[in-house]
């Protein structure tokens, strides 16, 4: 009896895991942990004077919450085309880890927390931002991605904001040095995504997903957008030295991974491998991270 009481307990622990680990993985942990990234960092590029801890722990926390819903209910309006895709049909909505009413309320709910808690302990500017973020994301590119090419484009807007929103956090100001935190990751992002789109562009295609890469079969205009913003985004990514906010150290550091990322993208343009697309996909993961630990390293 003791033995078979304890099997029980052992499978309700487990399952008790298992379900806590479906919500885990619902929130994107790794997407929020690169989006929390820049944030912190927008917000370190944003003060002035003494570190505000506390009120950047409270940033933190609510961009975070935010992510974690915004990814949610992205998988919450994607449940259907999820199972016909290979890279998603193990997310926890298609694998019927997470029901979708618990998925909804549980993405609603984080929403809606983040904008309370950004709004009441930030500031009103970066709980606007944040429902920006919710609009943008979920309510227009999440939808459009089955209707239009140009969703890239839409969605690269909300998902370029983190940065601002850590800078509005830290000034309850956009001021120039935020909007080129802001154009780095927006023009980042296609290259990125384009890759992404590219290497699994046949299960985009199967499930009706109608980005670029995959209603384009020789990917000649893809490439040169890849290429075109990854051109963009050098100079751009020089502009936190040129507005004084760093100095020669990131200056120099811009230059060598701007020049890194524009070969990786020359380089998949040149082969229209899923190969080459992998290796840029890799260098734009590094690109992004490294690029924001040197602004913050090199701050005046």
């Not at 993985?25 to 944003?46: D, H, M, Q």
């Not at 933190?60 to 259907?80: D, H, K, P, Y």
């Not at 997470?98 to 009103?124: H, I, K, M, R």
Request: proline content about 5%; aromatic content about 14%.
């Amino acid at each position: 009896m003791d033995t078979l009481t304890a099997q029980i307990e052992d499978i309700r622990t487990f399952s008790l895991k298992e379900k806590a680990a479906a919500y885990f993985e619902l929130t994107k942990p790794r997407i929020a942990f690169l989006l929390v990234l820049t944030s912190a960092a927008g917000f370190y590029i944003g003060t002035q004077g003494e570190f505000p801890i506390g009120l950047f722990i409270h940033s933190m926390i609510a961009i975070t919450i935010l992510a974690s819903g915004v990814a949610t209910l992205n998988q919450w309006f994607e449940r259907s085309l999820d199972p016909k895709m290979e890279r998603t049909a193990k997310r926890p909505l298609p694998s019927n880890r997470v029901t979708p009413n618990a998925a909804l309320t549980f993405g609603v709910l984080n929403c809606a927390v983040a904008e309370a808690y950004l709004f009441f302990f930030v500031n009103g500017l970066t709980a606007f931002l944040g429902l920006l973020v919710i609009i943008g994301y979920v309510l227009l590119y999440t939808p459009l991605k089955t209707r239009t090419t140009a969703c890239t484009a839409i969605g690269a807007f909300p998902g370029a904001l983190p940065p601002l929103m850590g800078f509005t956090a830290a000034t309850g100001e956009i001021t120039m040095i935020a909007w080129a935190l802001f154009a780095i990751q927006f023009f980042w992002q296609f290259p990125h995504f384009f890759a992404i789109a590219w290497m699994y562009r046949v299960q985009y295609r199967r499930a009706g997903i109608k980005m670029l890469p995959a209603v384009e079969p020789d990917g000649r205009i893809t490439f040169r957008q890849i290429v075109m913003f990854t051109v963009l985004l050098v100079p751009v990514s020089l502009a936190p030295f040129f507005l004084g906010i760093d100095g020669i150290v990131y200056l120099v550091g811009a230059v060598i991974l701007g020049g890194w990322f524009l070969w990786a993208s020359i380089r998949s343009a040149l082969s229209k491998s899923n190969q080459s697309a992998k290796a840029l996909l890799l260098v734009s993961v590094i690109y992004l991270p490294l690029l924001f630990i040197l602004m913050v390293a090199d701050k005046r």
